[in-house]
């Protein structure tokens, strides 16, 4: 079964960097796209990044040049790291895994695997 665990966030000043890490379990990156989202109460869920099966990165633009999707096969885990944080960068991060494609072009389907999230808070 697929089992995604988020971890990393927390809070952090403007400018400051967090990195979060997903640890999955029954997920294989070879056939699957992985991403990061993240939502704020009230607003819609917002891509942030991904990355396909062939290590093809995608990001949202509020988040080019600043965020680092990665990810360690043999530990089987995600990573996000951000830096240069803005306050409206704070939000609940979901990790997410998808065998399906359209995740990579933040297009999840309803088969998509998502984590419980964590909370990423950047103060000013």
């Known amino acids: 079964q697929v089992q995604l665990v988020e971890s990393g966030g927390g809070l952090a000043q403007a400018g400051g960097s967090l990195r979060l890490s997903c640890a999955a379990s029954?997920?294989?990156?070879?056939?699957?796209?992985m991403g990061w989202f993240r939502q704020v109460p009230g607003k819609e869920r917002e891509g942030v990044a991904s990355?396909?099966?062939?290590?093809?990165?995608t990001y949202g633009e509020s988040v080019k040049g600043r965020f680092t999707i990665s990810q360690d096969n043999a530990k089987n885990t995600l990573y996000l790291q951000m830096n240069s944080l803005r306050p409206e960068d704070t939000a609940m991060y979901y990790c997410?895994?998808?065998?399906?494609?359209?995740?990579?072009?933040?297009?999840?389907?309803?088969?998509?695997?998502w984590g419980q999230g964590t909370q990423v808070t950047v103060s000013s």
């Open positions: 990355i396909s099966p062939y290590g093809r990165t």
């Open positions: 997410a895994a998808d065998s399906r494609a359209g995740l990579c072009f933040f297009q999840p389907t309803t088969s998509a695997h």
């Open positions: 029954g997920v294989t990156f070879s056939t699957y796209c």
